[in-house]
């Protein structure tokens, strides 16, 4: 149903007179407006399309080349931090083992300090006691001889009435051993 009307209307357009009649149109007007046309399109190219292109190329190929620079900067970065990142951890490592260096030689250091003292310490008690000891043996000395002078100045004066001379030095040296044996 549709073609015999679609048929219908190319025949009434075929009937009606063409283009070049209903406008006017001259072949040759047509000709020099092709050709005007071409020139113009020519001239336009040479002096606006290809210096456009030219300049858009230029600024590809430098953005192309500013983000290869901008990947290669990321790329170095990345590498930077990596390497700051181990730097650090190897300096904190260091650190550490500079920390516990020094702890451990603070320890033994405390330690030898501790042991020297007590080394003096048990010096300065054993000369203590070996000091005690003189002074004690020294006062029992000087104890014996004074008990021996008093027992020799008592038994004189107790003997002296009725003992000579010769008893009197006997029974003194006989005490004076005795005393310095006890």
């Known amino acids: 149903m549709m073609l015999p009307l679609l048929l219908a209307a190319v025949e009434a357009h075929a009937a009606e007179p063409g283009l070049v009649e209903k406008f006017g149109l001259e072949p040759k007007y047509i000709f020099i407006q092709a050709v005007s046309f071409l020139i113009v399109l020519a001239v336009l190219y040479r002096f ?3 210096p456009t292109i030219a300049t858009m190329e230029e600024r590809a190929k430098k953005i192309g080349a500013g983000l290869l620079y901008a990947e290669e900067m990321q790329a170095k970065l ?8 181990a730097i650090v951890k190897k300096s ?6 500079i920390v516990d260096d020094a702890r451990k030689t603070a320890k033994d250091y405390l330690d030898k300090q501790v042991q020297e003292a007590a080394t003096k310490a048990n010096d300065m008690q054993l000369k203590a006691q070996q000091a005690i000891e003189l002074e004690h043996k020294k006062m029992l000395a000087d104890a014996r001889t004074e008990i021996a002078r008093l027992v020799v100045v008592t038994t004189e004066r107790v003997l002296a009435k009725k003992l000579t001379d010769a008893d009197r030095a006997s029974y003194n040296d006989a005490a004076s051993r005795e005393l310095t044996n006890v």
């Open 48 to 50: 606006g399309i290809k």
């Open 78 to 85: 990345a590498a930077a931090q990596q390497e700051s990142a």
């Open 92 to 97: 904190q490592f260091e650190a550490t083992r």
